[in-house]
């Protein structure tokens, strides 16, 4: 993706996520590192002063000119669009007024990346029951960005430096996937994991797929889907000449040698891919969303409530996100990243 602006600074958003959860404390903790970029936090810039204050951390906040020159970050420094908060925030306790400041950060950040404002988002966790006070709609980032977008099809993808799955079904209840699994919902799935990776990398991407069925259907006496859904599909995608291969038992399909045969696996449901990838890589692992028209990625973690107010969290997860977000907007995805600036 290139850089817009004439500018070969990247410009990054970057949302406070939930105001009672860690995502303050994540980016003050962020904004003391370095960056090839320039970072633009859309929050309550209020909440972030006292954060800083907590943690007894220098920040100085920046009011954003869009129309200025683009800036590379400088540690404890951080441009701001304020979005402040209708109510005193309380860390570690939910305020559904709060969750329509909440929701109009996520609201502004889409704008700006799709009007090529800025290059990348890069979003700090929220609270759904909180959002849902406002938005009973509301089910992820990922949905919010790809209506917001006009999308009909967006995948998440959790990624490590050793590891990417992808999820065919995502913030489902269990009962609801085995229907929510069609010939055309995973050509549309594992068509946008091809283009997408693709387009990144610029090769072909050997796609692993899980069944979903214990040991795949074992041939059918566990379940149908594998052999008359999964099956079908992955044929039609090797007979284009693409290197997507299974459907795989999953309890198998993770093991090192495995890991080093793909590029990325795609996993049936929620609980199915992302307790494999998040036992891997917990803390050094990003939430992208492929189909998108620019790049988003998270934390791979939630609001953390229960420590919100102790001030002790860890911004490792945020800063893998930025970073993670910079390599895909260079082309270097497929790269290590630099040893962590903390």
Not at 62 to 75: G, T
Not at 170 to 176: D, E, I
Not at 215 to 229: F, K, P, Q, S, W
Not at 250 to 272: C, G, I, N, S, W
């Amino acid at each position: 993706m290139n850089v817009n602006r004439q500018s070969l600074i990247p410009r990054v958003a970057l949302t406070m996520g939930e105001s009672a959860g860690i995502g303050p404390e994540l980016i003050v903790r962020v904004a003391q590192l370095k960056f090839d970029a320039q970072i633009v936090v859309i929050a309550d810039k209020a909440l972030l002063e006292s954060t800083a204050q907590a943690l007894n951390l220098s920040l100085k906040l920046i009011n954003m000119d869009w129309d200025s020159p683009v800036h590379k970050h400088q540690p404890g420094h951080l441009y701001i669009e304020n979005i402040p908060c209708e109510q005193p925030v309380v860390a570690g306790k939910l305020n559904a007024e709060n969750a329509k400041a909440t929701l109009a950060i996520l609201a502004r950040a889409s704008e700006l990346a799709l009007d090529k404002t800025v290059d990348a988002i890069v979003t700090s966790p929220v609270h759904k029951a909180n959002l849902n006070q406002v938005d009973q709609n509301f089910l992820g980032h990922t949905e919010f960005f790809a209506k917001a977008a006009n999308i009909d099809k967006v995948v998440m993808m959790l990624a490590t430096d050793e590891l990417k799955v992808t999820l065919a079904t995502t913030h489902l209840p269990l009962a609801k996937v085995p229907q929510a699994i069609t010939q055309d919902e995973l050509k549309q799935v594992i068509g946008v994991i091809l283009n997408s990776l693709e387009n990144i990398t610029g090769e072909k991407t050997k796609v692993a797929v899980c069944g979903l069925n214990p040991h795949a259907g074992e041939g059918g006496l566990l379940g149908y889907e594998d052999d008359e859904i999964i099956r079908p599909v992955i044929e039609h995608f090797c007979n284009q000449g693409q290197l997507v291969f299974g459907p795989f038992p999953a309890d198998t399909l993770f093991t090192p040698e495995k890991r080093k045969a793909y590029d990325v696996f795609l996993a049936m449901y929620h609980d199915q891919g992302l307790p494999v990838i998040k036992a891997f890589g917990f803390g050094q692992c990003v939430n992208v969303t492929l189909g998108l028209p620019y790049i988003r990625t998270s934390v791979d973690h939630g609001t953390a409530l229960d420590i919100a107010a102790s001030y002790t969290a860890s911004s490792d997860s945020l800063e893998y996100a930025v970073n993670y977000a910079l390599r895909l907007l260079s082309g270097r995805a497929t790269e290590q990243p630099s040893t962590p600036s903390s």
